[in-house]
Structure formats: structure tokens, C-alpha cells
């Protein structure tokens, strides 16, 4: 069975400070999605890593594929308030061919003003 | 682009009656769509997935009979809560995959209160 271990699962940070959320497995995944979601609302896609040791930068975010495709991590540079949510990984299962996937604990972010 | 509905996002209903939810693609054909449930502060639990034009399969635990799925078209699918029980409160979230198979595209959600 795969999982994924997501970390921390609470955080609670001052606006301008730096923080990185964590997304691990022992499996081998074919590709992994971060999605941020507000209370109330659906989660929102932020980016998808497919190659092992890919950086993508989406503007103070930088998100980490690891080079054995088990680990993600999401670092987030001066963190702001509108930054507040609830972030998710997901990785492709592998024995599902139906695009289904696998979500980690998920991460609520509170970034106070 | 990639845009999902559900509707309705809010509704309250009698412990006993039967309650609809329809998600659809609004910009996109989704060949599967996806149901979860999520409680406060936790992460999505999926409940289904859905083909168009075939039965859902429905994930461990789940009960298929409670929950019926209908993905009648490539830009519709419906979530049926039959018999709704206070336990079924919570926050429903329908997703839809678009042309890569991994990347789901959420709609804003359904909060079901049963009273």
C-alpha cells in the first residue's frame, strides 16, 4: 500500500518568515501534485513534479521532486497572510489506472500578520 | 481553463430524505470524475470513482447503495445521499481529470448538514 507522511501537520508562523512542509513515502511515485486549499472551498492544483530532483518556483513557492521520486517538499519564502490554508499532497497509485490519488495528512498553515 | 462546479454548496436537510449533489467540467470533457468526503481540518478521503458510462467503484468501506454515483455524460456526474443520516454531515468534494490522468481539478465543495 502506498502512503505518504505529510509534515508537519500544523504550523503557525509570523508573516515574513520562511517554512517548509514535507511530503514522504517508501514508494516510488510516477509523478506528485501540491494543491492548497482555503476553509469552505475545493483544493486548488499548484503544480505537478514528474521527474526526479525537479525544482518548480511558483513565486515564493519552490516545490521539490526527490531524485528517487519517494519525496516532495514545498518551501515557502516570506510567508503571507493570504498564504493561510490547508496544503495537500497527492501522489499517482500506482494500481489504480483511473488517475486515482494519494493524499498525505495534509499541512494547515496559519501565517498571523 | 479547468474548471469545475458542484452544486448545491450548501444544504440542509431532514434525516430520512434523499439528497442530489452535481458536479460537473465546465471547460473540458472529464472521462473521470472523482468523490470525497472530508472532515474538519483533515485531509480528503475518497469515496468513488467514476467513468462515464459505467458503474462507479467504490472505495472500501463505502457503501454503494447509500451513496449513488450516475456519471451520465463526459461533463456531469451526480452524487445521490439516499436515506441521509446525521453520521453523513460533512463537506462533499467532487474532482475531475482532464488530460493528464493525475491532476485533478476540485470543485468548491458541498457542506451537507443533516438534521
Known amino acids: 500500500t502506498q502512503l505518504l507522511e505529510q509534515s508537519p501537520q500544523f504550523l503557525s508562523i509570523q508573516e515574513g518568515e520562511n517554512l517548509t512542509v514535507y511530503c514522504n513515502s517508501s514508494?516510488?511515485?510516477?509523478?506528485l501534485q501540491w494543491y492548497r486549499q482555503e476553509p469552505g472551498e475545493g483544493p486548488v492544483l499548484l503544480v505537478t513534479?514528474?521527474?526526479?530532483?525537479e525544482v518548480k518556483k511558483l513565486k515564493r513557492l519552490t516545490f521539490q521532486f526527490g531524485d528517487a521520486r519517494k519525496d516532495s517538499s514545498l518551501h515557502i519564502t516570506a510567508a503571507q497572510p493570504g498564504d493561510t490554508g490547508l496544503y495537500l499532497c497527492?501522489?499517482?497509485?500506482?494500481?489504480?489506472?483511473?488517475?486515482?490519488?494519494?493524499f498525505g495528512q495534509g499541512t494547515t498553515l496559519q501565517v498571523k500578520p | 481553463g479547468a474548471v469545475v462546479s458542484q452544486h448545491p454548496s450548501r444544504v440542509i436537510c431532514k434525516s430520512g430524505t434523499s439528497v442530489k449533489i452535481e458536479c460537473r467540467s465546465l471547460?473540458?470533457?472529464?472521462?473521470?470524475m472523482f468523490w470525497y468526503r472530508q472532515f474538519p481540518k483533515q485531509s480528503l478521503m475518497l469515496m468513488a470513482t467514476?467513468?462515464?458510462?459505467?458503474?462507479?467503484?467504490?472505495e472500501q468501506g463505502v457503501e454503494k447503495d447509500k451513496f449513488l454515483i450516475n456519471h451520465a455524460s463526459l461533463t456531469l456526474s451526480t452524487l445521490t445521499v439516499t436515506s441521509a443520516h446525521p453520521e453523513d454531515s460533512s463537506f462533499y468534494i467532487c474532482?475531475?481529470?482532464?488530460?493528464?490522468?493525475?491532476?485533478?481539478?476540485f470543485g468548491p465543495g458541498t457542506r451537507l448538514t443533516v438534521t
Open positions: 467514476s467513468n462515464e458510462g459505467s458503474k462507479a467503484t467504490y
Open positions: 471547460d473540458f470533457q472529464a472521462t473521470t
Open positions: 474532482s475531475a481529470s482532464a488530460q493528464s490522468p493525475y491532476e485533478q481539478y
Open positions: 513534479v514528474v521527474t526526479g530532483g
Open positions: 514508494s516510488v511515485f510516477s509523478s
Open positions: 497527492a501522489g499517482a497509485d500506482r494500481s489504480s489506472n483511473t488517475g486515482k490519488l494519494i
